[in-house]
């Protein structure tokens, strides 16, 4: 008896695994509280114009199927026609799906392929973050909102920068679990795009290197992760800062 169940277990595995050659996607996705409708797939435009459909499908029951094939994964968004929102995920080759919520694109889920697994972890551990320093935001921000703009008005550099340190402590939670995420999960996506941000911060230039090694190879080929090692062998070639002579008193 106990083999049968086996062997019953082992042919639904095979049959719910769908045979997808490299670089294929096939995108499932449920959209609560709409039977019918269209849906695009945007892509980020290559001349920087912002997202561009790429495909569209109709919603049938309350479901959409996209198909299609990538080279490497990248931020993508499935956009409900008269939706106000769009909801971001990885497009990437595999099975992903999506479960859209029209009422509240934001609570969107992302599941399916490894990567947007991880994403939509990420996103939800992020909004837990926000949602605990969203007073303390809202306090400060109202507490210093008129300091602000009266020290932008008269171009007040110091006002300004002990405010935007104190906005930087407030946030450090937010801050220190965005930009540890990479330490800990080196395959996921989402890694290779943060360590991307940082490189442009002069903050994290010691830290961009190591944080490059640790990637997955995978990801060190993809088009961020090729951005990084660029800004890596641009960095190593600028002159170190001249020292200032000391003066013997």
Partial sequence: ???????????VVLFSCKNLAEGEYEITGTVKGMKTGLVF????????MGPQAIDTVKIVDGKFEIKGKTTEPEISFIQIDKVNGKVPFILEGGEIEITVDKDSVFKSKLAGTYSNEEFSKFNDESNKIQKKLQKTVMDFQMKNMAVMNEAQKNNDTVIMNRLRKEYEIIQKPITDYTFGYPKTHPKS???VLIIQMMANNPKYA?????????LDPSLQKTKPGKSIKENIA???KKPAAPIAPTVNK
Avoid at 1 to 11: C, H, R, S, T, W
């Fill in 41 to 48: 797939l945007e892509k980020q435009s290559p001349m920087g």
């Fill in 234 to 236: 641009t960095s190593k």
């Fill in 206 to 214: 010691k830290d961009i290197d190591g944080l490059y090694k640790s």
């Fill in 1 to 11: 008896m106990k083999k049968i169940l086996l062997l019953v277990a082992v042919a």
């Fill in 189 to 191: 996506f989402i890694s």
